[in-house]
């Protein structure tokens, strides 16, 4: 199955600076790239995602940056807020299609410091 | 619309014991997913179901088993119940079932195994 690796495993950062999540992957022909939040006592919510035919996707406070060459793809959340203290996963399907599972990231327990 | 829904949120076995939990997709969706979440191994994929078949299987014992229902809820049990099966068990459903469609993730079910 796909190898999927996630940096770091931890990160605090100072209210209203940047984070920056990464993950490398190990099957070229993936092609969808999501990432979640994970708040306490809840499942992941989808928080972006990126397809493989664009290199960088933005919503607000949030982008998400896709280099197919190397293998990888990161979280950007710029002006960070405590409410975005959360456990963030990268997660990638197999590369074969045909069926709906994810290949995740081990975490990154993100701490937002008021 | 509602989201994905499962029964129960909390549960307690002894060792030897068989457990059955439940979730209900997001009206539409075909495509279920079961995912396991433990400190030490992270989100691991269990099965997945699309119209009733199992799709695809990750790499548990038969201990784990699922079904799905013509109105597309999904149950799995696991039999034999062992320590190391306590878990956060998460269910997530998707609508057309291909790789790149959007899971969404019930709040859980916490399995603790005693």
């Known amino acids: 199955g796909e190898n999927v690796e996630q940096h770091p495993s931890t990160l605090s950062v100072q209210e209203g600076d940047s984070a920056v999540i990464k993950c490398t992957y190990s099957?070229?022909?993936?092609?969808?790239f999501p990432w979640y939040k994970q708040e306490l006592g809840k499942g992941p919510q989808l928080i972006i995602d990126?397809?493989?035919?664009?290199g960088e996707k933005k919503d607000q406070r949030i982008a998400v940056t896709l280099n197919k060459t190397a293998k990888h793809f990161s979280l950007h959340i710029t002006e960070t807020q405590p409410e975005d203290s959360a456990v963030y996963f990268c997660?990638?399907?197999?590369?074969?299609?045909?069926?709906?599972?994810?290949?995740f990231g081990t975490g990154t327990r993100l701490t937002v410091i008021p | 619309k509602a989201g994905v829904t499962q029964t129960p949120r909390y549960l307690i076995k002894t060792r030897g014991q068989q457990v059955t939990l439940s979730c209900s997709p997001i009206?539409?969706?075909?495509?279920v997913s079961w995912y396991q979440q433990t400190p030490g191994q992270g989100l691991q994929f269990l099965f997945e179901?699309?119209?009733?078949?199992?799709?695809n299987k990750g790499n548990f014992p038969g201990r784990f088993s699922g079904r799905q229902f013509s109105n597309s809820r999904s149950e799995m049990n696991v039999s034999t119940l062992e320590l190391g099966d306590s878990a956060l068990y998460l269910c997530?459903?998707?609508?057309?079932?291909?790789?790149?469609?959007?899971?969404?993730f019930g709040a859980g079910t916490r399995l603790s195994v005693l």
């Open positions: 997530a459903s998707s609508g057309g079932g291909r790789s790149e469609d959007i899971q969404y």
């Open positions: 099957d070229s022909a993936s092609n969808y």
């Open positions: 990126i397809r493989s035919n664009v």
């Open positions: 997660a990638v399907p197999p590369a074969l299609g045909g069926a709906n599972n994810l290949f």
């Open positions: 009206s539409g969706h075909r495509s």
């Open positions: 179901y699309f119209s009733e078949t199992q799709r």
